[in-house]
């Protein structure tokens, strides 16, 4: 069983940057796409961004195209989000999930292995 932890959620002002990682460990390392969620209270979980473990594709929802980005070590096993110019409404907890097939979806049901979360304040 793939084991998932994020880390690096925090509290920051807009206009500020943060960066949350996710580590993947254990089970059988059959991952093709990895991929960052958001909740927001009284919100549905939302796509961000996915990558696939290789790197050479990524997608953005968007509303974070232009100022997040997604990156992966491949060797660490570890996907990283740089959120820049974050708005009040990045406010949520993130999620990272991975999936053993491409292509990179946007549903949450499409992945099978979540991460605990971190929360991301963005203060006005």
């Known amino acids: 069983q793939v084991q998932l932890i994020e880390s690096g959620g925090g509290l920051v002002q807009a206009g500020g940057s943060l960066r949350v990682s996710c580590a993947a460990s254990?089970?059988?390392?059959?991952?093709?796409?990895m991929g960052w969620f958001r909740q927001a209270p009284g919100k549905e979980r939302e796509f961000v961004a996915g990558?696939?473990?290789?790197?050479?594709?990524?997608f953005y929802a968007d509303s974070v195209k232009g100022r997040f980005t997604i990156s992966g070590d491949n060797i660490k096993k570890t996907v990283y989000l740089q959120m820049n110019s974050l708005k009040p409404e990045d406010t949520a907890v993130y999620y990272c999930?991975?999936?053993?097939?491409?292509?990179?979806?946007?549903?949450?049901?499409?992945?099978?292995?979540w991460g605990q979360g971190t929360q991301v304040t963005v203060s006005s």
């Open positions: 999930a991975v999936r053993s097939v491409l292509p990179i979806s946007t549903i949450p049901d499409d992945y099978g292995n």
């Open positions: 990558i696939s473990w290789n790197g050479d594709r990524t």
């Open positions: 254990g089970g059988a390392f059959n991952l093709n796409t």
